[in-house]
């Protein structure tokens, strides 16, 4: 079983940048796909980047593309979320999660599994 903690969440300004990170301990961390999500105040779970277990395929919501990186190490059981130049949209809470979808890299928030508590990032204007 695998258990995710994510930190690195803060207040930045318009335009500036945070890295999130998720810890992830348990066994066959590197089996899983890994993705992820956040929640605004009053919003459903959204899904934001999700990269599979051997950093191959990755995937990104269209309004994080180009702004945000996730990538991962296997080896020391760490993904990460490059988040670049944020805007106040970008406010939520932060989570990870793996997926339960060994075959497709999905991007829907009931296809993970494992969240950690989140990590607030709040984007000032």
């Known amino acids: 079983q695998v258990q995710l903690v994510e930190s690195g969440g803060g207040l930045v300004q318009t335009g500036g940048s945070l890295r999130l990170s998720c810890a992830a301990s348990?066994?066959?961390?590197?089996?899983?796909?890994i993705g992820w999500f956040r929640q605004g105040p009053g919003k459903e779970r959204e899904f934001v980047a999700a990269m599979n277990w051997d950093a191959i395929k990755i995937l990104y919501a269209d309004n994080v593309k180009g702004r945000f990186t996730i990538s991962r190490d296997n080896t020391k059981n760490w993904v990460w979320l490059q988040m670049d130049s944020l805007t106040p949209e970008d406010t939520a809470i932060y989570y990870c999660?793996?997926?339960?979808?060994?075959?497709?890299?999905?991007?829907?928030?009931?296809?993970?599994?494992?969240w950690g508590q989140g990590t607030q990032v709040t984007v000032s204007s």
């Open positions: 999660g793996r997926s339960l979808n060994f075959a497709y890299l999905t991007t829907r928030a009931t296809d993970f599994a494992s």
């Open positions: 348990g066994r066959s961390f590197s089996d899983y796909n």
